[in-house]
């Protein structure tokens, strides 16, 4: 399928490892031009030169260009620069990734004030500050595609993770209301809601359950697949395959929806 990705530019946050970085090698694989932010400059530059390399071996001399700008999401002025640079110098931006670490796991017991508004920073301001800065020039434009990514915690609460349970329903809120405001312009709003991935956050998860209840990491990763009825945790690339098509040409009818990636953890109907 051409999905009519090639010399499109695409900006995306958090595209040093994980999601980001395997969104990142699909677009350079489909002749995009893309530009990776995140805080930690060697990952960062590192993954921009794995990224440059699927673009070439995929498209050779038709590969399009990378970038690398380090910007942290919760910082108004770095974002706001990195959206102005990404602009001068691989053009006007076509594909947004709204995506970042998740916020903090922690019961409801375990979280300060200081918590909460942190990883309201982190997952929901940052959001809307990268659809201000870059969707009315879509709009303006009558061509974009802007996929958030936010969890299975958009549908049902998951165990442990109190603030991502609160606050990832609200960028789906948004996602659901802009898709509104931004389809008379051609223009599609989605979310992609994962459930269990090996990226390098649940490796973090692992861990940290590990240091909870002293249980091997195979223990604890059969605890959770026992709940997966597809018996697996999911790869990056799975998912970035869904967020790619939605950022696709063919994907220019779905628009307001968020799509669960999860091995069917998610046991509800609907
Ligand atoms: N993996 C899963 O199974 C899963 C399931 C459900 C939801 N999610 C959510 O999906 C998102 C991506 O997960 P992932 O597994 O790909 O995570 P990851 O492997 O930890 O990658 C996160 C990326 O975001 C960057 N980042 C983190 N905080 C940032 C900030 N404040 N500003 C800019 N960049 C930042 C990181 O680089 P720096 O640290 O260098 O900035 C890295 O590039 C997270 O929100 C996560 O909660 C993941």
Known sequence: MDLSLAGRTALVTGGSRGFGLAVALRLAAEGAHVALTARGESALQEAAADVARAGAAARGAAAGRVLAVSADVTDDAAVTGAVERVTRELGPIDLLLVNAGGPPAGNFADLDL??????????????????????????????GRIVCI???SVRQPVENLMLSSVLRPAVQALVRTLALEAAPSGVTVNAVAPGFHLTSAVERLITRKQEQTGA?????IAGWTREIPLGRLGEADEL???????????????????????????????
Request: hydrophobic residues 45%.
């Open 240 to 270: 970035a395959a869904l967020v790619v098509f939605l950022m696709s040409g063919p994907a220019g009818y779905i628009t307001g929806q968020s799509i669960t990636s999860d091995g069917g953890w998610v046991k509800g109907t609907f």
């Open 114 to 143: 200081a918590a909460w508004e942190g990883a309201y920073r982190l997952t929901v301001e940052s959001a809307v500050r990268l659809c201000r800065l870059v969707a009315p020039g879509m709009m303006e434009r009558r061509r």
């Open 216 to 220: 091997s990491r195979d223990d604890v």
């Open 150 to 152: 936010t969890s299975v």
